[in-house]
């Protein structure tokens, strides 16, 4: 293992020992407080551009599944077509590991995809450094060849634009509903989950207009990055809320960016929400769910028009967890009804959209 440094912009170093592809790289340095996984966030393509820290100290001790591909054309275990994280940085990488659906290690994975990954890293100083300062931009350069310094830009970055897909793709086509789905760097599992309530999916890129399309109801998925680099995406929905009151789901960015439709204002987290433990409270009730979230971003809820409300709320920091129409079927939730692996507690999400469909 080649010696490594994370050099953070605020001059902050960790040391440590290069598991993955050997090659310096560059982006914004966050954390995941999730226990498990790592296949499924590596892929995550809202985790593009970012430096993924796994705050769980033992990581890859139960390998990596198969890269296979059903016959509808989505991935069997992962949630996208490749690696989306720029690196992966972990405390104890794990060289061996068994698992009865693992095919290969952590390390040969990210060699084979030219992912960088790094362990010996004290990930725990790393997370407190940014909690108390935030996410920071950060680099990992190979002290044999200290020269070689990388950049990349985070701030202003329309990384949804780089990740969605380029063309119209249907899934299970002939079936009841149809379901217009706006990839702005869908999870495969969203789209498995409505897959799995027997409805059709159009999947369409994130700038597409779909206005004129036959539909049942829309469907505007997760992301990476700011939603304000989305405005094209905003001004489509706003289109479409205009001239129909067909039912409107939204997940993470899709929260952000109907919010943004409805008037509201987005800001950036201090730290976002990256983990499968965050508590979030129904506004109206006393009932809280232990939801898995990754956003860097959050809708200022003062800012939403008379006609919205609040529909989720985080309990930990008070931040907008989903909104709501109070008299449309237009409903959002900023976490993961969906999340692989787990939890599960809010899939109703997807029940209660499907139900809306006329």
Known sequence: MKNVTLVLSDGTKFHGQSFGYDAPVAGEVVFNTAMTGY????TDPSYAGQ??????????????????????GLPTFMESDKIY????????????????????SLADWLKREHVPGITGIDTRQLTKVLREHGVMMGK???DDD???IPSANYEGVNFVDQVSCKEVVRYNEGAGKRVVLVDCGVKANIIRCLIERGVEVVRVPWNYDYTG????????ANGPGDPDTCQDAVDIIRKQMSQSRKPICGICMGNQLLGKAAGASIYKLK???????????????EKCYITSQNHGYAVDAHTLGQDWEELFVNMNDGSNEGIRHKTNSWFTSQFHP?????????????DRFVETLK
């Open 39 to 42: 296949p499924e966030s590596l």
């Open 51 to 72: 430096l993924m820290t796994l705050t769980y100290p033992l990581v890859g001790n139960y390998g990596v599944p198969p890269f296979s591909v059903e016959p509808n």
């Open 85 to 104: 994280a720029s690196a992966i940085i972990v405390a104890d990488y794990s060289e061996q590991f068994s698992h009865w659906n693992a095919v290969e």
């Open 140 to 142: 990992i350069i190979f």
């Open 146 to 148: 200290p020269d070689n």
């Open 213 to 220: 399309m036959d539909f049942d109801g829309l469907f505007l």
């Open 271 to 285: 730290y976002g929400h990256r983990s499968h433990n965050q508590p979030v409270r129904l506004v109206g009730s």
């Open 338 to 350: 969906e999340a692989c692996s787990g939890p599960v507690d809010t899939m109703f999400m997807f």
